[in-house]
Each structure stands twice: as structure tokens, then as C-alpha cells.
């Protein structure tokens, strides 16, 4: 994302003042004009907000968050010779998942959750990943699932990872233009292996989209479990992305100004989003059946390089700020996260869309 750096030039203080203005200005000093904001319109969803640097002074990097208080992501170990899996806690409890490997290159593509279960895709150097999984309650340390991975393909999508039926799913690259479905139980074993002509990967659970390798992007959408299609409206100059319930639809309007658009994949209910200096946030379209993520230029973004975090509503029809100047945007399982600050000073600053 171009606006996504976190630039120079804030204190502490700015960087507070960003993250925490939606949380505690209270209605009166609210001004009557500008956008409708999210500590206004959902007062009563859940946040959270801590401070990039863990206690041993390395930087924490969220990959998922459990809730607005709990996230899952990456650090540094404390000697820098490696990258570690932590889980932290808005008021300060930090445990450690998984310890940086000894003399690896590791790397956490993509970390999901069910229950109590915690699973991530690890890769070590130039090698396939592995899967691995901690259960959050019993004690236990965290033990491989499987290193048949097969070519993995991750789309910084919370589709990536998908548990169901007691199995974790994810797509691989096979031969010829095909996709490998994979699969292998929570408790590890053996991987089940299925094609699929085409370039897929992964949606809503069990649903697969294509267009990942296109230009235009998504033409069909497909269940595998019982082999029905869904075809995608056809979208002229546009690039379209989709789950079964909705399409986002990005164009350039008569001036050449981006403009976000949603639809159903028949092309039915089309709703305008947000035109001008807009692009999308997050990977996953219409998220919870029912936001979909934007940065826009203007406001604090002018000054700072950041951008204005924007949900837009489709149930009620209206957009709402979620910042007024944010960076390092990510969504996982409910739960929007983004930053506030600077490179070397900067808060992490979570709102479970989940509670609205």
C-alpha cells in the first residue's frame, strides 16, 4: 500500500492522540461537520491499543488478534537471531508460541485460530513451510502438523488458513495451471490431496474464488464439495474481487480517480462505496458479510504520509472513520487492526468489528 509506511515527524503524544481520539472524545467535542466516526457510531464495540515494542524491546508485529485485548504475531527474539511467534495482551502479558528456530530464516506466512487451537504455516528459508499448532489451555509446546505443503500458496487473506471439520485447508500450485486443495487433520497425519483446473484460492468455508492470477480478477466462484458454480458479473475495466455473498468492484471513474463499488456476484444490489483518493485496506472483501475496508487520502494523512481508515457499512449503508491517520492496516477473524505514530515510535491499535 503506498500510503501503508509509518513516516517520521510524530511524538509520542500525536501518535496517542490519533489512536485514542475515537475511543475518548466524548460527543460534545465532536465537531457538527465531517465523517460520521467509530467511537460515535459503535460506542460500545470493543478496542484496544498497546505499544509496538514488547517489554524485552523488540518490535511486535500482529498477525491475528483473538479479540481487541489478545494478538497473535511476530518479534524478534531477544538476542536478534531470529523470528518468534508470541501472544500478547493489552495489559502487558506477553507468552511465547513458538522460540525463534536456531540458525533459520523462519517466517509465519499465515496464522489462523478455532477454539483453542492455534494454527500457523512456517517456512524456514527457501524451503516449503511446515504447519504447525498450540493448544492455547493445555501447556503443551507447539508440535508440527504436517510438512507436506505442497507448492502453499498465501494471499494475505484470513482464508489462507481454513479449519473445518476438524481439518486445517489451504491451496497449493499444481501442475499444469491447476490447484492443489490440501488438507490435514488438526491432530496431524496423512494430507488429502484434490485438483482443481484453474488458479483458485480459498473464500468463505467451503467456497473457492478464482481470478487470482488475472488481470480482471474474479470470474466464478466455486464449491468444491458438491461442484457448483457461481459465475461473477462481468465487470468491463475494472478488477473484481468476491465471496459468495458479495463483489468488490474497483474502476477509475470518468476523471481517472479510483472508485470502489460492491455488488452480489450476479451483479444484483450494487452500492457505491467511495471514489477519489481511495484504495483498499485489507485483503478480504466485505468482511463479516458486511464492511468493507478503505484508506483515503486527506485530513491528518496530508501531514503525516498516513491515510484516513474508513469501514464502510453495507447493512447500514454509510461509511464510517475508523482513524483519522493510520498505517500498517490488517484484518483477521473480526477483528481490524492498524497503527498510529511513526518508524521509530508507534501504537497498534485493534477494533473488533465482531461487537458493533
Not at 93 to 118: H, I, K, Y
Request: with cysteine; hydrophobic share 40%.
Amino acid at each position: 500500500m503506498a500510503w501503508g509506511r509509518v513516516r517520521t515527524g510524530l511524538s509520542l503524544l500525536t501518535a496517542l492522540a490519533a489512536g485514542a481520539v475515537l475511543l475518548f472524545v466524548p460527543p460534545s467535542a465532536q465537531p457538527d461537520t465531517g465523517p460520521l466516526v467509530a467511537g460515535l457510531v459503535w460506542p460500545d464495540a470493543q478496542r484496544g491499543s498497546f505499544t509496538a515494542d514488547l517489554p524485552d524491546g523488540s518490535t511486535f508485529t500482529p498477525a491475528l488478534f483473538l479479540d481487541a485485548r489478545t494478538a497473535i504475531g511476530t518479534a524478534q527474539s531477544r538476542d536478534g537471531s531470529g523470528l518468534r511467534l508470541v501472544l500478547r495482551k493489552t495489559e502487558g502479558a506477553v507468552r511465547v508460541l513458538r522460540p525463534a528456530p536456531p540458525g533459520d530464516d523462519a517466517s509465519f506466512p499465515a496464522v489462523t485460530a478455532s477454539g483453542d487451537d492455534v494454527v500457523w504455516a512456517e517456512g524456514h528459508g527457501d524451503g516449503r513451510p511446515q504447519l504447525w499448532k498450540v493448544n492455547l489451555r493445555d501447556g503443551r509446546p507447539p508440535r508440527l502438523i504436517t510438512g507436506d505443503t505442497g507448492d502453499a500458496r498465501f494471499y494475505q487473506s484470513e482464508y489462507d488458513l481454513l479449519v473445518a471439520g476438524g481439518r486445517v485447508h489451504w491451496v497449493a500450485a499444481g501442475d499444469d495451471q491447476s490447484t492443489e486443495l490440501r488438507s490435514v487433520a488438526l491432530s496431524g497425519g496423512p494430507v488429502r490431496t484434490s485438483t482443481q483446473p484453474g488458479t483458485w484460492q480459498q473464500s468463505v468455508w467451503p467456497w473457492l474464488v478464482d481470478g487470482v492470477a488475472s488481470t480482471a480478477g474474479a470470474t466464478v466462484l466455486r464449491n468444491p464439495s458438491t461442484g457448483r458454480d457461481m459465475a461473477v458479473a462481468a465487470n468491463q475495466r475494472a478488477v473484481t474481487n468476491c465471496t459468495p455473498s458479495w463483489c468488490r468492484v474497483v474502476s477509475l471513474d470518468d476523471d481517472g480517480m479510483p472508485r470502489i463499488e460492491m455488488m452480489r456476484p450476479d451483479g444484483a444490489a450494487r452500492l457505491m462505496v467511495a471514489e477519489g483518493v481511495v484504495q483498499t485496506a485489507v485483503a478480504d472483501v466485505a468482511v463479516l458479510d458486511r464492511f468493507e475496508v478503505y484508506a483515503q487520502g486527506g485530513g491528518n494523512a496530508d501531514l503525516t504520509g498516513n491515510f484516513q481508515l474508513f469501514a464502510y457499512d453495507i447493512t447500514g449503508r454509510r461509511a464510517v472513520q475508523i482513524s483519522p491517520d493510520a498505517a500498517n492496516v490488517g484484518y483477521r477473524a473480526g477483528v481490524l487492526w492498524w497503527s498510529t505514530g511513526n518508524r521509530e515510535l508507534f501504537l497498534w491499535h485493534s477494533l473488533d468489528l465482531r461487537t458493533v
